[in-house]
């Protein structure tokens, strides 16, 4: 069974700082997505992920796929107060099927 | 276009009352999911469709919930009886068939409230 873990669950930083959200699962998979949630909102795409290596920018995130470590990683970088939000990954589980599972989500915090 | 179309966008009702929620899928998909999301258990997925059809239900916790497709723009996720523990966010979700290189995109889900 497929299981997706992010880390860390929850993240305080100052502005104008930088930081790593990172998302292990644990079955061979070459399709992640990545989330944003805003509170009290619905789920807004981010970023798709399609192959081994596969990296994707915009504006201050920046999301990296590596399916050898089953693990992609989600860099903020100089950190503003509008990224404050909960970010979810979210793995194709593959065999044919068109299911994600998504990760535990990481609720970001950016302090001015 | 309009995106994922979710109706009511809160419902409060009494345990035991039966529940239905709507969501019409963006036009030219036909890939559609229901998830349930909770402080407790995140992000769920419940129910996903293809054409119309259900592909795997295995997500739907129990014979309480039900779900229908009965055209290409348009879905139902019922719940008879409700209990309070079905308190939730229901967000629908829908995608290209066959196109995984696409994303799911998310409806602003029903805030579902059982007294």
């Known amino acids: 069974e497929l299981k997706v873990e992010q880390n860390p669950l929850f993240l305080s930083m100052q502005e104008g700082k930088n930081y790593t959200i990172y998302c292990n699962y644990s079955t061979t998979s070459d399709r992640l997505y990545w989330y944003r949630q805003d509170p009290g909102k619905s789920l807004e795409s981010l970023f798709v992920?399609?192959?081994?290596?596969a990296v994707k920018q915009e504006g201050r995130l920046m999301a990296s796929l590596d399916t050898k470590a089953r693990l992609s990683t989600l860099h903020i970088t100089a950190a503003v107060h509008d990224l404050s939000a909960t970010y979810f990954c979210a793995v194709d589980a593959g065999s044919g099927t068109y299911k994600y599972i998504f990760g535990t989500g990481t609720r970001l915090k950016v302090l001015a | 276009d309009a995106g994922v179309i979710q109706s009511p966008r809160h419902e409060v009702t009494e345990m035991g009352q039966e529940v239905t929620l709507r969501c019409k899928p963006i036009?030219?998909?036909?890939?559609l999911f229901w998830y349930r999301q909770t402080m407790m258990r995140g992000l769920e997925l419940l129910i996903y469709?293809?054409?119309?059809?259900?592909?795997?239900d295995s997500g739907m916790p129990e014979d309480r919930f039900s779900a229908k497709m009965p055209n290409a723009s348009f879905s139902t996720l019922k719940i008879q009886p409700s209990e309070p523990r079905d308190s939730a966010v229901y967000f629908c979700?829908?995608?290209?068939?066959?196109?995984?290189?696409?994303?799911?995109?998310f409806g602003p889900g029903t805030r579902l409230t059982v007294l």
């Open positions: 979700a829908s995608s290209p068939h066959r196109d995984r290189d696409v994303e799911q995109f």
């Open positions: 036009s030219g998909h036909n890939s």
């Open positions: 469709f293809n054409n119309n059809v259900p592909i795997d």
């Open positions: 992920l399609l192959s081994n290596g």
